[in-house]
């Protein structure tokens, strides 16, 4: 991939896939693989995107902390991801966060590095099966194998102060849509949804630079029969190139054929539901 290449994930996941393994797949296989593209710009629906209305602009834009480049994604239908948890509080007490919000420690919320900005998601703590709901107001943890910063409010919540960090899972569940009042203040409503059921397809990247795309694509080609190359734009309209493999209605198939990527070297391939 040339210098002009964009991954809208984190980059650096495509590493280069040994020719001789593709030709003993295409001998083995003996049948043609297709690449469908999908023409035309299109705006994803809003209910494939996870940022709450006011939080556009530079969400989905590019950033560099200590000399590593991250790339939010446009959307984060399907994403879920395991790793290690931190937690920060008074240090960050009463500072601005990435979606312009005053961090308040003692309420629920997190920091990622890549998910869009208001998306809600669903944490367990791997060790004591504790769970809890947050949404992502802010970018990090920048420290090397962690994935998320919840705050005080949240880490304790699931038993993560006392130790520090714990290995967790991350799942992307919804968006809000809407404000409930109880007795206890208003709070947002989730719309929280089954990611078992329904269209499932595997993500392998998005690219700002087409020909990127296609080249991907056609690597891809040699593996499975249906790949397809289509065109979305961000919601800073900038037009992006969105790389998948395998259609299927079972969400387990498309986790084996996720992991299968991940082995070949696309280490961040993802499933979404279509």
């Given at each position: 991939m040339g210098n002009s290449a964009m991954s809208v994930r984190q980059g650096r996941f495509l590493k280069r896939i040994p020719w001789v393994l593709l030709i003993s797949v295409v001998l083995l296989s003996g049948c043609a693989a297709r690449t469908h593209y999908v023409g035309g710009p299109r705006t994803p629906s809003r209910k494939l995107l996870l940022l709450p209305e006011g939080r556009k602009g530079k969400?989905?834009?590019?950033?560099?902390?200590?000399?590593?480049?991250?790339?939010?994604?446009?959307?984060?239908?399907?994403?879920?991801?395991?790793?290690?948890?931190?937690?920060?509080?008074?240090k960050f007490?009463?500072?601005?966060?990435?979606?312009?919000?005053?961090?308040?420690?003692?309420?629920?919320?997190?920091?990622?590095?890549?998910?869009?900005?208001?998306?809600?998601?669903?944490?367990t703590n791997l060790r004591n099966g504790k769970k809890i709901v947050v949404r992502i107001?802010?970018?990090g943890p920048f420290v090397k194998g962690r994935v998320i910063d919840l705050s005080y409010a949240a880490a304790k919540a699931i038993g993560l102060v006392g130790p520090g960090t714990a290995p967790v899972r991350v799942v992307a569940l919804g968006k809000e849509v809407g404000k409930l009042r109880t007795g206890h203040g208003v709070r947002p409503v989730v719309r929280v949804e089954d990611l078992t059921r329904g269209s499932f397809a595997v993500q392998v990247g998005a690219f700002r630079d087409r020909e990127n795309a296609l080249r991907v694509a056609d690597r891809l080609t040699v593996l499975f029969d249906d790949v397809e190359v289509s065109e979305f734009r961000d919601n800073d309209g900038k037009i992006l190139y969105r790389v998948r493999v395998f259609r299927s209605g079972q969400v387990r198939r498309a986790r084996e054929?996720?992991?299968?990527?991940?082995?070949?070297?696309?280490?961040?391939?993802?499933?979404?539901r279509l």
């Open positions: 969400s989905f834009e590019p950033y560099v902390v200590n000399g590593e480049t991250y790339y939010p994604l446009p959307e984060a239908q399907g994403f879920r991801e395991t790793g290690i948890a931190s937690w920060y509080g008074k007490h009463g500072r601005r966060t990435a979606s312009g919000e005053i961090f308040d420690m003692y309420r629920k919320s997190a920091a990622h590095k890549i998910l869009p900005l208001g998306t809600h998601v669903l944490v107001n802010d970018r054929i996720e992991k299968r990527l991940e082995d070949m070297g696309f280490e961040e391939a993802f499933v979404v």
